[in-house]
């Protein structure tokens, strides 16, 4: 018996010392069975450009053809009422795009004007004033709303439009290579119902990819909770928090998930602020046209009270809650897995969480209890200034972002055949993302600048594999 113990001891003793003769450069990194299922069982096989439209496998018949008809709800453009598609009309009077897909195209990614007064790509401006309502939102500019739509129906004078410009920041790496950043100051055009309110607080938003959500959705609270540390306490400089948010159909504040301040806190309530503020189009959720006071909006033709009926509404959102999540490529090379052991080293999974559980509860079954690897934790951190909108959402302050999911990140480029990255689409490449975070996330950024050059690559490498 001991001279079995010795022998084993001493093989092992063997294998550590071949271990510690390897150069680190060398050394094998191994994969966890299904890593690479970022979607969990859910996960599609598909990495070409149409990789973001496919429905979650394991789907019921039910839950397969509401996606159907969700899908084309998203696709079609709705047209101005009256109209002879009674259920795609009421568009506006005001809006920013007439589709869903106009701004998610393919589901995927909007992108910045790329020039004056090009219509909506998928970038938009919030407004918001000092002080916040009863349900803890911000209080909107007086005239125009929470949002400026910059399209209106034939007839109507549209609100206005935006300009962007751009000031540059240069990087400085350990390495003597420089990036310059471009850095946007957005500026309201044209306001076409008198001046915006004095010290108007404008955050600007780009439309993301919405594959996974659902998977999203279905993580307990629980878990969240788990990851925030609000006082830093374990004392890593990264303090995450949930946002609370109002919950519209259960009149009460819950957690926040979705948007890019977390300041929606189902796919369903996010949905229908999108039908409402991108579109024009009421729902049972959002019952009334965004008009300017003074201006008589009933006199206007609408698509029928709300126009958009509830159950075409829960349609869209099942459709948005189960876009599936392609599959990781090359996960196996070396280069990718050296680059994720980076990713680890240098603090990014401190905020893009690489694996979380979902719970059993969501009421889409194949979405319980999954393994899925989103690289978030659906937490507000604070950004630092220059990423700034000094627009607070709930509770999400001027500096603070909810951390976005990076499945999919990869592929943008061979859906949307571009990169925008961030809230508002200025960095223009991962390695610009990169650049552009401050704040909890100074020293993870600070550690990417001091890497060699092959070991950034290895780190963009991987996150082109999400
Ligand atoms: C004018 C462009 C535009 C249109 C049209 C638009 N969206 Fe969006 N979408 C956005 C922007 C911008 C965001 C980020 C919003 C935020 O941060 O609050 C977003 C976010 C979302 C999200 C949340 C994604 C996430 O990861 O948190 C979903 C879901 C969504 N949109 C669905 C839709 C649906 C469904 C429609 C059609 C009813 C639609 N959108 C129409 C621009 C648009
Ligand atoms: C303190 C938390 C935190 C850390 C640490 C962190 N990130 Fe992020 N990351 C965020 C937040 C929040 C955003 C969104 C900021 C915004 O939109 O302005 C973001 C955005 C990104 C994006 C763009 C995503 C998109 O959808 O546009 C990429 C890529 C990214 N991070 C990669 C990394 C990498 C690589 C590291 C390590 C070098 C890292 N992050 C470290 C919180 C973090
Ligand atoms: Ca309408
Ligand atoms: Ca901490």
Redesign the pocket.
Known sequence: MIKKCLKVVLFITLISFVGCQKDDDYETISVESGEELLGGSTTVFNASEEAFGFAASQLTFEERAAFGTGNSF?RQSWVSAPASTTARDGLGPFF??V??A???FKDGR?RPPSFDGET?R???L?LSTDGFASDGSTLPDPIYGHQLQDNAILGQTVKGNFTITYQDITEYFADGTQVVLKKPVYNIATPGYGNLTSGIRISP????Q?IG?GLLEALEEQTLLNLADPNDMDGDGISGRPNYVHDIAKNKTVMG?????A??PN?KQ??AA??SG??G?TSVLFPNENCPPGMDCDAIPNGGSPEITDSNLDK?AL??STLAVPVQRDFKNQNVLKGKKTFNAIGCANCHIPKLQTGNTHPIVALRNQTIRPYTDLLLHDMGNDLADNAPDFLASGTEWRT??LWGIGLLNTVNKSTFLM?DGRARSIEEAILWHGGEAQVSKSNYKKLSLQNRKDLLQFMNTL
């Open positions: 998203f920013n795009a589709a869903c106009s701004c998610h909007g909506a998928g970038l938009l919030r938003r780009l439309a993301n919405i959500l998930r979705f948007g890019w301040k300041n929606q796919v996010q949905v999108a039908f991108d579109m189009i869209v459709y948005a976005p999911a809230h």
